[in-house]
């Protein structure tokens, strides 16, 4: 199948600090790929690269076979490829319901109407419930964002990326931030996805990983140390390596 | 430049509806006060002609500075624009009919609009605000010194707007020029309602708020702003024809900085990113400078240096900003 989405040896130094060192990777329609490494492995900084928030300094993205290197991020989010961020980035003084109807808007070429309310267009409502639905923030969609707790805005930032409808769903860290209870909302969330998109997660959470993802990267000091199955992924020795000290978990977790 | 907002727009439940009514309320209000203004000064109805046009551009600097947080000091170049353009074509051109006059004025503002808006979009926060002072220096400039057009700084003079609808002749007393202000203060502001919870005035509330975030949803802050910095100029246009057609002249000071400023200044006051607080902030700070001014020409300006701080110390939120917010408050808690 072709790839949707492709990376070619993608490099990015800070100061000469390599914190993305010749990354390439490629991506499937339907892919379920768990991308981890240690705290500041350079995650973050993939994605902010990937999507045109960072700029590379060699390397080739493409979405769909189509070459976007050069594209901006907003271009690349018309394309499919869209984000969360890590750290929640939300408008505080709008409402869950705004949030996902802006989304829903812009999708469908609708954001820029100068006429009408969301609240009064059916389709968008009924999209909007059904987001919120799924992701236990119905009761709270008319409530200012600066009211809701931490854990619902993490929910929200997913919700958001999900009414955008993406070919390339690319999520930071989705339930760093989110109390135990309320995983398994994304995790159902995650489940009720299209079949063909395809979900790169960035997750330190193994539990989340294991039952997520049916292949898992790991990236440390900005390189692809190890990409396979989720079964071997903690036998790997340079994984144990990498995690060594940092991050017990990932050899409990299997 | 950060300023602290209030939107109208804080949806619960049946929001359609008590928008609607937030409407019909602001209506209401606005044809009282403009009722009472004429009962009260019906010797003075050119100076609440000049409220409304000044209301209009307060209005149109609160879409771009309160609904998107541009910073602007120079806005008046919009205001100017129209102002010039609706005198010129009746001066010049002979196209006296107000109707008319008022196109022009909308258009000459909207082209202000869109390249003030490409200028001053290309920067953020400080060097915005440079821009666009800037900007309305240039403005300035090149209306002092167009001066065959403009009449440079002895003013544009020679405008002469025939009757409205062919029926009402601009008369001495300033009426049909207020009954006209008024009904454009009640379409604009009845217009823009509309505009600031559409989805478009939704995407600007996120732009001010977080344009990476905007971006990440596919949408152009740039493009979104300079659309608003169009309407802005329209709004602001109108405001400029109001004030040709009834004052007859159109002077430099309508593209000074000054006038920026103070429109800026009424904007605080009242409170930005609410229509309610840019009609609020204008009638009192044009109340101040006009009527305080006259009872009391010395210190007038001390007064309005006063209130302003009084109001950005322990009221940021504006005059109608704050009361706005204590009544939501005294509602939620019964
Ligand atoms: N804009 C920047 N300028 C300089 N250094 C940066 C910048 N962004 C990231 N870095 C550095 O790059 C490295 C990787 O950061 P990144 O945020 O990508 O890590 P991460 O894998 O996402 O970590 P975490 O698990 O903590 O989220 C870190 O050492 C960080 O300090
Ligand atoms: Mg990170």
């Known amino acids: 199948m072709q790839p949707i989405f492709e990376v070619r040896n993608l490099k990015r130094a800070f100061g000469g600090l390599a914190v993305t060192n010749d990354v390439s990777l490629s991506m499937a329609p339907g892919d379920r790929v768990a991308l981890i490494g240690p705290n500041g492995a ?54 869950p319901a705004e949030h996902v109807a802006l989304a829903v808007l812009q999708r469908s070429g609708r954001a ?95 539990d989340l990983v294991f039952r997520f993802a049916k292949r898992v990267i790991v990236l440390a000091a900005g390189a692809i140390i190890f990409d396979g199955s989720p079964s071997e992924v903690t036998k790997d020795p340079r994984v144990r390596e990498a995690y060594l000290g940092s991050y017990a978990n990932a050899s409990h977790a299997a | 430049m950060t300023m602290t907002t209030t939107n109208e727009m804080t949806a619960a439940p049946p929001a359609h509806r008590r928008i609607a009514n937030a409407d019909l309320i602001g209506l209401a209000v606005i044809l009282l006060v403009a009722a009472v203004g004429y009962f009260l000064f019906p010797n003075n109805l050119a100076l609440l002609t000049r409220i409304i046009a000044a209301a209009l551009l307060v209005l149109s600097l609160d879409l771009v500075t309160g609904y998107c947080g541009v910073a602007t000091l120079g806005h008046a170049a919009l205001f100017g624009a129209g102002a010039y353009a609706a005198g010129i074509a009746s001066a010049h051109y002979g196209i006296n009919d ?10 000459a503002g909207a082209v202000a609009g869109l390249i003030c808006g490409v200028v001053i979009l290309r920067a953020h926060g400080l060097p915005q605000l440079v821009l666009s002072i800037a900007l309305i220096h240039l403005f300035h400039e090149f209306a002092n010194k167009a001066s065959s057009w403009t009449g440079g700084s002895d003013g544009l003079s020679g405008i002469a707007p025939t009757a409205l609808f062919s029926l009402y002749e601009f008369d001495l007393w300033g009426r049909t020029a207020y ?51 169009v309407i802005s100029g329209a709004v602001a246009g109108v405001g400029g024809a109001l004030n040709a ?20 200044v009424m904007l605080v006051l009242g409170g930005t990113g609410s229509l309610f607080g840019a009609l609020t902030g204008t009638v009192v700070f044009m109340f101040f400078e006009d009527v305080v001014s006259a009872a009391n020409p010395f210190h007038w300006l001390t007064m309005v240096g006063a209130l302003l701080i009084a109001v950005v110390l322990f009221a940021p939120k504006g005059i109608y900003g704050t009361a706005a917010a204590l009544i939501t408050r005294r509602r939620e808690a019964p």
């Open chain 1, 42 to 95: 350079g995650k973050t900084t993939f994605v902010n690269l990937v999507t045109g928030n960072l700029k590379p300094d060699s390397g080739a993205v493409l979405i769909g076979g189509e070459t976007v290197t050069s594209v901006d991020a907003i271009g690349r989010v018309r394309r499919g490829l869209v984000r969360s961020f890590q750290v929640t980035r939300l408008f505080a003084d709008m409402t």
């Open chain 1, 112 to 206: 820029g109407r100068l006429f009408g309310n969301f609240l009064g267009m059916p389709g968008v409502m009924a999209e909007v419930e059904d987001l919120l639905g799924k992701l236990g923030l119905k009761d709270l969609m008319h409530r200012k964002v600066s009211e809701i707790a931490y854990g619902q805005q993490r929910l929200l930032e997913i919700a958001v990326a999900l009414a955008l409808r993406p070919r390339v769903l690319l999520l930071d860290e989705p339930a760093a931030g989110v109390p135990q209870s309320d995983t398994g909302r994304i995790e159902q969330a995650l489940a009720d996805l299209p079949a063909d998109l395809a979900v790169l997660m960035i997750e330190h959470d193994m």
């Open chain 2, 98 to 107: 107000p109707l008319a006059m008022l196109a022009f004025g909308i258009v």
């Open chain 2, 179 to 229: 009954v006209f202000g008024v009904a454009l203060l009640v379409i604009v502001f009845l217009l823009l309602r509309l505009i600031v919870r559409s989805p478009f005035g939704m995407l600007c509330r996120g732009i001010k708020e977080d344009p990476i975030r905007i971006r990440s949803m596919g949408a152009s802050p740039k493009i979104a702003l300079t659309k608003m910095y």
């Open chain 2, 245 to 264: 057609i009834s004052t007859q002249v159109v002077g430099l000071d309508s593209l000074s900085f000054t006038m920026s400023a103070e429109s800026l």
